[in-house]
Nanobody
Framework: QVQLVESGGGSVQAGGSLRLSCAAF????????MGWFRQTPGKEREGVAA????????YYADSVKGRFTISRDNAKNTVYLQMNSLKPEDTAMYYC????????????????????WGQGTQVTVSS
């Protein structure tokens, strides 16, 4: 069983920054894919970024490239999402997701590729 716990959400003004954390508890393989998704009411869950915990490869949605950075601390089983230059359109519930024993690859942005999910943390960006 794997449990994911997100933290770090909040309210900021446009141009500000937030760092989200995802602490993972349970058994992990050497290679796992950890992702961040976001969702607003009435819309599908959108892949924001992902990272291979083994090799460190990273993946980003075009809408966040150059502004968001995903990183991991394998010793702490924690993945981070540093969000800079935030825009009102970044407002959403952000979810951490994990798939064990696999590299992210081309499926990284598909919610169905992940088995484990956190409860989410709200990010609100005001103009």
């Amino acid at each position: 069983q794997v449990q994911l716990v997100e933290s770090g959400g909040g309210s900021v003004q446009a141009g500000g920054s937030l760092r989200l954390s995802c602490a993972a508890f349970g058994y992990f393989y050497n290679y796992n894919c950890m992702g961040w998704f976001r969702q607003t009411p009435g819309k599908e869950r959108e892949g924001v970024a992902a990272i291979d915990t083994g090799g460190g490869s990273t993946y980003y949605a075009d809408s966040v490239k150059g502004r968001f950075t995903i990183s991991r601390d394998n010793a702490k089983n924690t993945v981070y999402l540093q969000m800079n230059s935030l825009k009102p359109e970044d407002t959403a519930m952000y979810y951490c997701a994990a798939e064990l024993g696999l590299r992210c690859g081309g499926r990284w942005s598909r919610a169905v590729a992940y088995k484990y999910w956190g409860q989410g943390t709200q990010v609100t960006v005001s103009s």
